[in-house]
């Protein structure tokens, strides 16, 4: 029987041996707490459910800036999601924990492989002691070699099964972070589109005051020049329309600097935008009605709600794998090979070798160092779970904050406009009276600046109603619905990555919709 043969059995019952651990291994339980969602505290009904312009009913909420029923806005949003940059970032930083969790995987399998080539002149001192008598050793000689070395800890106690757990919960953290990314931009989108509206009207407004005021200076020259009143007339008449002309500039200047925000948020240069709002104009009017949900969908919609959940999962995971370094780390090694003096033996049976085995460590000495890594992942996840219970308490007050500011603005603007309606006929009075001589033009001054005021309060009372609506919808957590079924990065990005590395398959939808099976047992690796 040749060696080749004798070392081929004893490699089959090797094969077997391990086989047998590597199935007993699987069947091992993983150290560590096993994660459970905690408890907590949620709102089971809304402070405002009795106000007949609220509706308190399970409601979709993927695409709520359709309900200002604005082509401009639907547009603007759109042209957002396509090309934001952050929000890019946030996608490809789905890509990089996807890899990562990829890594975690590869840990599962042999940590150390690798195969080996070499060859080497020798040539040996014969001064050196133990050296055999010249004619019993040849002092220079080649040495040839191949061989394939392994080395593997055996997840025994389920360390590196905790590591793929640990990597689960970060990928579905970017996802988590990706959608609450995506929800802040829509609203950020919406109320600077709003802010934009509010503006124009209000610019708009103010060019209308001065062209009263002019009409009201004119008047006063005509009654200065015929000596019926004196130049203080003429004087605050100008001093009350250089002051409202003084408004213009200042809300120029808002205007652009509310355009160039709006570009940044379309992913473009500013100065770029103006051509996109062309369509419709004014402040966007609410509907008469507004759903919004019940409480308890908050916890499955809300974004950050969920990805402060899957930071607790992942950290739960920590823990088990700081705790398997408390007991013995079971490993495999081995090598096989060939060796030889010469290239032409060198894959003759003969020169076959190998060995292997397995090995034991056990940090026992570790003077608590161990004991204490498992206890900062401890305390790290209790700090994550009272962040999750706050998370959860600060989602149900933005939304009653939002909800209750967008229903007294409303109530605001409705006594606003009544406001405004009465200056404007103040207005008129004041005027026929000053020109019939009948009152001081102190009166027609005050009357105008009232007007000024209470129209701009008016308007962007109005912008504060929608602003606030906005606010409620973002703080249900709607809007992120928009991606299912679409990639987290552009085609063209992918194409750029695929070019530079190979990513396997891990830029495909199947792998970034859903995340990877929990590894209770076994899983593949990523190649």
């Known amino acids: 029987m040749s060696c080749m043969h004798k070392l081929g059995g004893k490699l089959s019952r090797c094969s077997l041996g391990l086989t047998a651990i590597v199935l007993l291994v699987s069947g091992c339980a993983m150290v560590g707490p096993d994660y459970k969602q905690p408890e907590v505290?949620?709102?089971?009904?809304?402070?405002e459910k009795e106000e007949p312009r609220i509706k308190s009913e399970p409601e979709d909420f993927g695409k709520w800036w359709t309900a200002l029923n604005d082509p401009v806005l639907d547009r603007l949003i759109e042209i957002a999601y396509e090309q934001n940059l952050p929000l890019r970032i946030a996608g490809?930083?789905?890509l990089e924990a996807r890899a990562r969790l990829g890594i975690a995987k590869g840990t599962l399998f042999p940590q150390t492989q690798q195969a080996v080539g070499s060859y080497a002149r020798v040539g040996a001192s014969e001064n050196t002691a133990n050296i055999p008598p010249p004619g019993f050793f040849d002092s220079s000689y080649?040495?040839?070699q191949v061989s394939f070395d392994a080395a593997w800890e055996l997840d025994f106690w389920g360390r590196f099964r905790r590591a793929v757990q640990s990597g689960i919960g970060n990928f579905?953290?970017?996802?988590?972070?990706?959608?609450n990314t995506l929800v802040t931009l829509t609203a950020e989108v919406a109320r600077t589109y709003v802010v934009i509206r509010t503006l124009e009207e209000r610019l708009a407004i103010a060019r209308e005051n001065v062209k009263i005021q002019e009409r009201s200076q004119r008047i006063a020259q005509v009654r200065f020049k015929g000596g019926d009143v004196s130049e203080l007339d003429v004087s605050q008449a100008t001093a009350l329309l250089k002051e409202t002309e003084a408004l213009i500039p200042r809300l120029k200047s808002d205007l652009r600097q509310a355009y160039n925000g709006l570009s940044i948020l379309l992913g473009i240069l500013p100065g770029e935008s103006g051509g996109l709002l062309v369509g419709t104009k004014g402040i966007p009017t609410v509907?008469?009605?507004v759903a919004v949900g019940i409480p308890a969908e908050l916890l499955r919609r809300r974004p950050d709600i969920r990805g402060a959940e899957r930071s607790m999962a992942a950290q739960s995971a920590r823990i088990g794998f700081a705790k398997a370094d408390l007991y013995p780390h079971f490993s495999l090694f081995g090598s096989i090979g060939f060796a030889a003096e010469s290239s032409s033996d060198l894959f003759d049976s003969n020169s076959l070798q190998a060995f292997g085995g397995p090995a034991v460590s056990w940090d026992i000495f570790n003077y608590g160092r161990i004991k204490n890594r498992v206890r900062v992942q401890d305390a790290v996840f209790q700090g994550l779970v009272v962040n999750y219970q706050n998370t959860v308490l600060k989602a149900a007050q933005e939304v009653e904050d939002s909800m209750v500011a967008f229903l007294r603005t409303q109530e605001e603007a409705g006594l606003l406009a009544e406001s405004v309606k009465a200056y404007k006929r103040s207005v008129d009075l004041s005027m026929l009276q000053y020109r019939e001589g009948l009152t001081d033009y102190q009166r027609v001054l005050d009357t105008q600046r009232f007007l000024t005021l209470a129209q701009e309060g008016q308007i962007s009372t109005q912008g504060s109603v929608v602003i606030n609506l906005i606010a409620m919808y973002k703080a249900l957590g709607g809007g992120w619905e928009t991606r299912i079924g679409k990639d987290f990065v552009p085609e063209d990005i992918i194409r750029q990555m695929e070019e530079r590395t190979d990513w396997g398959?891990?830029?495909?939808a199947e792998e970034l919709e859903e995340p990877p099976e929990d590894p209770k047992l076994w899983q593949g690796p990523d190649w």
Not at 41 to 47: L, R, V, Y
């Open 505 to 508: 398959n891990l830029l495909t």
């Open 172 to 179: 579905e953290v970017s996802i988590a972070d990706y959608d």
């Open 142 to 144: 080649s040495d040839y």
């Open 92 to 94: 490809i930083r789905i």
């Open 287 to 289: 509907p008469a009605e």
């Open 41 to 47: 505290e949620e709102p089971k009904e809304w402070i």
